[in-house]
């Protein structure tokens, strides 16, 4: 069963994720694969070791535990419903008690100094808070100067005024938090904060995601996770990539 689950989620374009193992990135789900898109972020970033990394949103800090072994980066891993007690348990039998350190933050007062971090990341977390037209502006003061902000975000193929027709069943008003690529380009360039550098979408992202969903649906012992990851699903598989995937973007403190 293992193999076949680990076959199952090793996809060829994340070959670092596959060293991953599949049951412990189940039972820690909170949304599609973070370590997916974060292997598709990284590259972008130029990150080395030793750099300094915010984990902003880091979830069950499956991302920060990544991003300290694949790149021997310091890690803080910041989330605001998840406990740090909790991650720091995690994060220790993962090996990386020396990298990564857990955080309780809220996103709007953090608890760092000014030009602290080389690079701050964010996976499936940024458009609960950073929508706001004031956020990059106190976000990117934790930035030193150069350093880089990378976010992969749930996201739009283009934006939309109203919900298409076929998405109507399986709408959320959260919903409204997805953009595009070019309306996070906008949205960031105006801020004056930061250099936008990428701002693109995963190609055929909505085919990972509907296949990660299939499988926790099938895999999970929670019943959540189960019946939304099969809704979810569902909904990718309905729209096939019409208006849904995942957005990229990457930007440089000026
Ligand atoms: C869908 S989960 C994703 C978690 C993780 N990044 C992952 O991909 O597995 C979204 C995360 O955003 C965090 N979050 C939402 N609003 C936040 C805020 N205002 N401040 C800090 N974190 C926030 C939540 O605590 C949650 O863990």
Known sequence: MTDDLRARLTLPRYPRSADYDPQWMIDNVMGPNPLWLLEWLSPALDLTAGARVLDLGCGKALTSIFLAREYGVRVTAADLWIKPSDNW???????????????????????????????????????????????????????????????????????????????????????????????????????????????????????????????????SEDDFVREFGGREAEMLRVDAGRTLGFTRVVARRV
């Open 89 to 219: 348990a995690r994060i220790q039998v993962a090996g990386c008690a020396d990298t990564v350190t857990p955080v309780l933050a809220e996103a709007h007062e953090l608890p760092f100094a000014d030009g602290y971090f080389d690079a701050i990341v964010s996976v499936d977390a940024f458009h609960y808070f950073g929508t706001d037209d004031l956020y990059l502006g106190y976000l990117s003061r934790f930035l030193r100067p150069g350093g880089a902000l990378g976010v992969v975000v749930p996201g739009l193929i283009a934006e939309l005024e109203d919900v298409p027709e076929h998405l109507a069943p399986f709408w959320e008003p959260g919903f409204w938090t997805f953009h595009s690529p070019q309306w996070w380009h906008r949205h960031w360039s105006r801020s004056d904060a930061v250099e936008v550098k990428v701002a693109d979408l995963l190609d055929d992202g909505w085919r990972d995601w509907a296949h990660w969903n299939d499988v926790c649906a099938e895999v």
